[in-house]
């Protein structure tokens, strides 16, 4: 009864998988989610036609299992399938089918997800649940895998000096030390530091600064700073260009604007211990420390998701080790974490 619906039911199956293969990708809010549904429902409807079975059961089956394939993604994809369609009892076969998908795609393609590969290819560091395995049982602590160079902001600084520094790094966070013992005292964010360099009413001369009344004055209210959080981004050269040569021999006040209680983390902490609290607390940045609470180095997502490729691999961990030591020295290693 059915079967003359049946090269209807193919070619608009892939007539959709030559369009997506072709739209994929560029600038149109089109997306693959619903496509690969009608996808897989079409196949699907197209296979129960050909064997003689139910066509309605075998198109929810198959557009479960085209999206499962490419996506990967077996419980929510089941939830949202039986819950869409109000076919709970349908709960096992779909689950068995997005698993069945799930299997027969990670050994076709021997690669993970569509939006797994997306991430991979626009080097977006996302970070697994659970560290890996290997650094459970390594001594990789997060004096080794920090990153090294901080540039390092003190409370009182000159605006020209802070200009030349935006210029010059492109880091979201930087750290702020105190000027005379080089503690952490705190940490800002990029765009709060030039959201104040476009508020040139906020800069006080070297005599002001030691005037904590006129200090207290020129504070910018968090609405006001706020506000000038919504102006766009200005690339590296174009920073700080509307500001006079008096305004960039002024001085500028971070102590009101800082964060005052960044996270951190001992040098001898343990690599894996560093990585669970990036990714439970989903932090930007992470500083390493020493017993005198000195910023060392920082550790990003960029750092951690080097964890992942390494994985057990002990030979690159002992390379990790030896280039660690190496750049800090034994002795001084020694003093500085035991």
């Known amino acids: 009864m059915y079967w003359k619906y049946f090269p209807l039911t193919i070619q608009a199956g892939l007539v959709n998988v030559v369009i997506l293969c072709f739209s994929f990708g560029i600038s149109v809010s089109a997306g693959i989610f619903i496509p690969l549904l009608f996808i897989g429902a079409c196949l699907g409807r197209g296979f129960a036609l050909a064997i003689g079975l139910d066509p309605r059961t075998y198109a929810i089956v198959g557009a479960a299992a085209c999206l499962g394939g490419v996506v990967r993604v077996l419980i929510s994809l089941t939830v949202i399938v039986t819950s869409t369609t109000s076919l709970g009892f349908f709960i096992t076969p779909i689950m068995l089918t997005t698993l069945m998908a799930q299997m027969v795609g990670n050994k076709v393609s021997g690669r993970p997800g569509i939006y797994d590969v997306?991430?991979?290819?626009?080097?977006?560091?996302?970070?697994?649940?659970?560290?890996?395995?290997?650094?459970?049982?390594?001594?990789?602590?997060?004096?080794?895998?920090?990153?090294?160079?901080?540039?390092?902001?003190?409370?009182?600084?000159?605006?020209?000096?802070?200009v030349g520094v935006l210029r010059a790094h492109s880091f979201s966070d930087f750290p702020v030390v105190d000027k005379q013992?080089?503690?952490?005292?705190?940490?800002?964010?990029?765009?709060?530091?030039?959201?104040?360099?476009?508020?040139?009413?906020v800069f006080v001369s070297d005599q002001e600064?030691?005037?904590?009344?006129?200090?207290?004055?020129?504070?910018?209210?968090?609405?006001?700073?706020?506000?000038?959080?919504q102006v766009p981004l200005p690339g590296k050269e174009d920073i700080g260009k509307h500001l006079s040569l008096e305004d960039e021999d002024k001085y500028l006040h971070l102590?009101?604007?800082?964060?005052?209680?960044?996270?951190?983390?001992?040098?001898?902490?343990?690599?894996?211990?560093?990585?669970?609290?990036?990714?439970?607390?989903?932090?930007?940045?992470?500083y390493v420390i020493d017993k005198s609470s000195h910023p060392l180095g920082v550790i990003t997502r960029h750092e951690l998701i080097l964890l992942e490729e390494i994985g057990g691999d002990h030979h690159k961990i002992e390379k990790i080790l030896k280039q660690s030591c190496a750049y800090m020295g034994k002795s001084a290693m020694t003093n500085q974490f035991e």
Request: proline fraction near 5%.
């Open 209 to 229: 600064g030691s005037d904590d009344d006129s200090v207290t004055d020129l504070i910018l209210s968090f609405s006001d700073l706020d506000k000038a959080r």
């Open 255 to 286: 102590s009101p604007y800082i964060n005052i209680a960044p996270h951190t983390i001992r040098g001898h902490g343990a690599a894996n211990r560093a990585y669970e609290m990036f990714r439970c607390l989903g932090l930007r940045s992470l």
């Open 181 to 201: 013992e080089g503690t952490l005292v705190g940490s800002i964010s990029r765009v709060d530091l030039i959201a104040l360099l476009n508020w040139p009413g």
């Open 118 to 162: 997306i991430l991979q290819l626009r080097d977006v560091p996302f970070l697994e649940e659970e560290p890996p395995e290997g650094l459970r049982h390594t001594n990789l602590r997060a004096r080794n895998i920090m990153k090294t160079g901080l540039v390092k902001l003190t409370t009182h600084l000159r605006v020209g000096e802070l």
